[in-house]
């Protein structure tokens, strides 16, 4: 890697890590309908302000030993976990696409799929207000990648009227298969298998990922599988939230569905 290179993907991990500050504060506060800006951060148990020098991602939680300055409450591991994350995933997308508007939209798809799938795993749901930031954005880089701009989708073709028709496909698959599946489960079963929020949620991943949402959809199947039979969840009534895994799902593709794409196609022997 060049010296560019490398500045740069440290400079979007230190810029993820500082946004992961906020995630935390989002993830927290939306679900519960309090504001994003007031009051201040503080512990919830209490009330202390936390000091600015008490909020440095993940190096303020290691020299506090994970606990409250003030009252000595324990501070959860999440809070350095989603900080440390997003700074990961902001780095991922600097060095998927370099300095290019690319890496703008990457960076939007994996952060808020991180807030989101935190949420997720919380309340076991998927707020609207979140997956509808995430539609627009990408439907944002599709209006960039028709005037030729590569944008969205990630995966594919990045610019021009083709670009644009592949976002629509994904779009398009990212929300019917999925709930057409769901419809089918549900007259079949006479109860819901998938929430609508994560079809929602796949339809929006389908304007970054284009038709290749479809395999974020079975990467995220497949790792769901796995979790919930490890954790001895994988009996048939069994409610796992499914958001997280779509998440891993769409930043798996968007990183490596191609290569993905390749070697699945080697081994089946159609290449």
Request: proline content about 7%; some cysteine; hydrophobic content about 55%.
């Amino acid at each position: 890697m060049s010296v560019e290179s490398v500045a740069l993907v440290l400079g979007a991990s230190l810029f993820g890590l500082a946004f992961g500050s906020f995630a935390n504060v989002v993830i927290w506060r939306l679900p519960r309908g309090e504001s994003l800006v007031s009051p201040p951060s503080h512990c919830p148990r209490c009330g202390a302000p936390i000091r600015w020098y008490d909020n440095v991602p993940v190096l303020s939680w290691l020299l506090l030993r994970g606990r409250c300055r003030s009252c000595g409450e324990p501070i959860s591991w999440r809070y350095p976990a989603v900080e440390l994350a997003s700074g990961v995933l902001w780095a991922a997308a600097a060095l998927a696409w370099g300095a290019s508007p690319r890496a703008l939209f990457g960076i939007a798809l994996f952060y808020l799929s991180l807030i989101l799938a935190a949420i997720d795993l919380d309340h076991r749901r998927l707020p609207n207000a979140l997956v509808a930031m995430l539609g627009g954005v990408g439907l944002l880089g599709v209006v960039v990648a028709l005037v030729g701009v590569p944008a969205c989708p990630l995966v594919g073709s990045a610019a021009g009227p083709w670009a644009a028709t592949s976002a629509l496909l994904g779009l398009l698959l990212g929300g019917g298969v999925p709930l057409s599946a769901a419809l089918v489960y549900e007259r079949l079963r006479g109860r819901a298998g998938l929430g609508m929020g994560d079809v929602k949620l796949l339809a929006a991943y389908g304007l970054y990922l284009g038709p290749f949402v479809l395999m974020a959809l079975l990467v995220g199947s497949f790792a769901g599988a796995i979790v919930g039979v490890a954790s001895k969840r994988g009996a048939r009534d069994a409610a796992i939230p499914f958001g997280p895994f779509l998440a891993l799902g769409a930043i798996v593709t968007a990183l490596w569905g191609k290569p993905l794409l390749a070697a699945y196609l080697r081994l089946a022997g159609l290449s």
